[in-house]
């Protein structure tokens, strides 16, 4: 028997041991290599894993299912995600899994499934269940052969980027998670001046929680950089596909912020026009800022696997979430990749010489809360949304591509459900604290109204 709750909305995770076991990991090889039949598609299989205690069992009987079922696959070993994507375009791979518990606790662990250079989700990933269930799967003998992608990774990127055309002082926290395999070499092959925290690849994570978008988090990082006089702090998540922000006096620069940084640099070298994707909990200050520089503001759903279906959609330059998943296909291969949206900014920063606030300070500041995640039942959820959004499309323009998104004047307010918990999230945005205190309370109240605690729960 296999949990089903394993199987989530852009990935397969859970607890090691619990609920994802080795098991369970052999059954998803198995099941993997019917996906790949199903799309055509013949060739090896690109493994990677982070660093965390449970990877190496649950690589070995990953790969012990999918050898079973007939496919050859070429381990690239322990790896940041984005080095399992970039595997995806540089080795003679037809997909690829990443074993990866991304920014949850230790004990998690997990695999994102990649079917061509496209992820596997939502219903790909509950078909994939399905299969699994019926015990029935193909056989054969595959191989396996290691390859080492770190270094010519590194090359790639660092040709890309090309060195920094003046000096820059900057501290990277890996986090002790995967990104500390790769980043030394990558900043060290920058130039840039580099101090680097927690660079010892150490999946239990013994310092702090690697997740950049948790202000407690950031605490050391901000620490150093006041400290050393650096321009820029830099911390990435578990398997460094998520990137957080902190300017030279210590100040946290958000996932939305740094969206629009990024667009002005694009929107200058592409042109006007281009579609500049982001999520439902992002800034007004973001599509505002996009239009201003000539981009196409397009408001899109959160999921890292959502959002890179919507790049090729629009043919896309770029995209980002809130939550530091930066996307790039101008000038790089389309998929979220912290390493290298780290190097990007470094070069825009020490291209401008100026500081990322100073590059920052015409936007406009909003005061907002954070994601606010509010325990709700599974069964619940939908109908909240949808009767969120008929009572509030009453009374105000309403955006209803993920969740409820309600535009007040001089504010906005978002209720959405988890594709992966029992929650709902909200966000609040105003351009002063007694409006925010305002429209949260309107929200909240119609919450209470429903008999929803308003109270924000935990989760990952």
């Given at each position: 028997m296999i949990a089903p709750g394993i199987f989530r909305q852009y990935d397969i995770r859970g607890i090691y041991g619990k609920d994802l076991t080795v098991e369970a990991a052999e059954a998803i090889g198995r099941g993997y290599a019917i996906i790949?039949?199903?799309?055509?598609?013949?060739?090896?299989?690109?493994?990677?894993?982070?660093?965390?205690?449970?990877?190496?069992?649950?690589?070995?009987?990953?790969?012990?299912?999918?050898?079973?079922?007939?496919?050859?696959?070429?381990d690239i070993g322990t790896v940041p995600t984005p080095l399992l994507y970039w595997a995806l375009h540089?080795?003679?791979?037809?997909?690829g899994i990443q074993i990866t518990g991304s920014h949850n606790p230790p004990e998690y662990n997990g695999f994102k499934c990649c079917v061509g250079t496209g992820s596997l989700h939502g219903e790909g990933i509950l078909h994939l269940r399905d299969l699994i269930a019926t015990g029935v799967f193909?056989?054969?003998?595959?191989?396996?052969?290691?390859?080492?992608?770190?270094?010519?990774?590194?090359?790639?990127?660092?040709?890309?980027?090309?060195?920094?055309?003046?000096?820059?002082?900057?501290?990277?926290?890996?986090?002790?998670?995967?990104?500390?395999?790769?980043?030394?070499?990558?900043?060290q092959a920058l130039g840039a001046d580099t101090t680097l925290l927690f660079a010892e690849s150490d999946g239990t994570f013994p310092n702090h929680h690697p997740d950049p978008t948790v202000v407690e988090n950031l605490q050391d990082l901000i620490r150093e950089v006041r400290r050393t006089g650096a321009q820029l702090g830099i911390g990435f998540d578990g398997d460094a596909d998520r990137i957080g922000i902190v300017d030279g006096d210590g100040t946290i620069i958000w996932g939305d912020y740094l969206l629009l940084l990024y667009a002005r640099d694009v929107l200058q070298r592409t042109g006007a026009g281009q579609s500049i994707i982001f999520d439902v909990k992002c800034s007004q200050a973001l599509p505002d800022g996009i239009e201003r520089a000539g981009g196409r503001a397009v408001m899109w759903k959160t999921g890292h696997s959502l959002i890179k279906d919507k790049m090729k959609e629009l043919q896309a330059p770029l995209a980002g979430e809130m939550s530091g998943h930066m996307f790039f296909s101008e000038g790089f291969y389309g998929h979220d990749d912290a390493l290298y949206a780290a190097a990007r900014l470094m070069r825009i920063v020490a291209s401008a010489g100026r500081t990322v606030k100073q590059l920052l300070a015409d936007v406009p500041r909003f005061v907002s809360t954070p994601e606010?995640?509010?325990?709700?039942?599974?069964?619940?959820?939908?109908?909240?949304?949808?009767?969120?959004?008929?009572?509030?499309?009453?009374?105000y323009e309403v955006s209803d591509v993920d969740g409820v998104r309600i535009l007040f004047d001089g504010g906005w307010g978002l209720i959405r459900q988890s594709n992966t918990q029992p929650i709902l999230v909200m966000?609040?945005?105003?351009?002063?604290e007694a409006r925010l205190?305002?429209?949260?309370?309107?929200?909240?109240?119609?919450?209470?109204?429903?008999g929803i605690d308003t109270t924000p729960g935990t989760g990952h």
């Amino acid at each position: 028997m296999i949990a089903p709750g394993i199987f989530r909305q852009y990935d397969i995770r859970g607890i090691y041991g619990k609920d994802l076991t080795v098991e369970a990991a052999e059954a998803i090889g198995r099941g993997y290599a019917i996906i790949l039949k199903e799309h055509g598609l013949s060739g090896a299989v690109a493994v990677g894993r982070d660093n965390r205690p449970s990877g190496h069992a649950l690589r070995d009987a990953l790969v012990k299912g999918l050898t079973g079922a007939g496919l050859d696959v070429i381990d690239i070993g322990t790896v940041p995600t984005p080095l399992l994507y970039w595997a995806l375009h540089n080795l003679p791979v037809v997909a690829g899994i990443q074993i990866t518990g991304s920014h949850n606790p230790p004990e998690y662990n997990g695999f994102k499934c990649c079917v061509g250079t496209g992820s596997l989700h939502g219903e790909g990933i509950l078909h994939l269940r399905d299969l699994i269930a019926t015990g029935v799967f193909p056989t054969g003998a595959g191989t396996v052969r290691h390859e080492a992608v770190v270094d010519r990774y590194v090359a790639d990127i660092a040709q890309r980027i090309g060195p920094l055309p003046q000096d820059l002082k900057v501290v990277i926290d890996c986090g002790n998670g995967a990104g500390a395999i790769v980043a030394p070499a990558l900043f060290q092959a920058l130039g840039a001046d580099t101090t680097l925290l927690f660079a010892e690849s150490d999946g239990t994570f013994p310092n702090h929680h690697p997740d950049p978008t948790v202000v407690e988090n950031l605490q050391d990082l901000i620490r150093e950089v006041r400290r050393t006089g650096a321009q820029l702090g830099i911390g990435f998540d578990g398997d460094a596909d998520r990137i957080g922000i902190v300017d030279g006096d210590g100040t946290i620069i958000w996932g939305d912020y740094l969206l629009l940084l990024y667009a002005r640099d694009v929107l200058q070298r592409t042109g006007a026009g281009q579609s500049i994707i982001f999520d439902v909990k992002c800034s007004q200050a973001l599509p505002d800022g996009i239009e201003r520089a000539g981009g196409r503001a397009v408001m899109w759903k959160t999921g890292h696997s959502l959002i890179k279906d919507k790049m090729k959609e629009l043919q896309a330059p770029l995209a980002g979430e809130m939550s530091g998943h930066m996307f790039f296909s101008e000038g790089f291969y389309g998929h979220d990749d912290a390493l290298y949206a780290a190097a990007r900014l470094m070069r825009i920063v020490a291209s401008a010489g100026r500081t990322v606030k100073q590059l920052l300070a015409d936007v406009p500041r909003f005061v907002s809360t954070p994601e606010l995640r509010i325990d709700c039942p599974d069964d619940r959820k939908t109908a909240i949304v949808q009767a969120a959004l008929a009572h509030f499309k009453a009374k105000y323009e309403v955006s209803d591509v993920d969740g409820v998104r309600i535009l007040f004047d001089g504010g906005w307010g978002l209720i959405r459900q988890s594709n992966t918990q029992p929650i709902l999230v909200m966000r609040f945005e105003a351009d002063s604290e007694a409006r925010l205190a305002q429209l949260r309370g309107e929200v909240e109240g119609w919450m209470h109204a429903q008999g929803i605690d308003t109270t924000p729960g935990t989760g990952h």
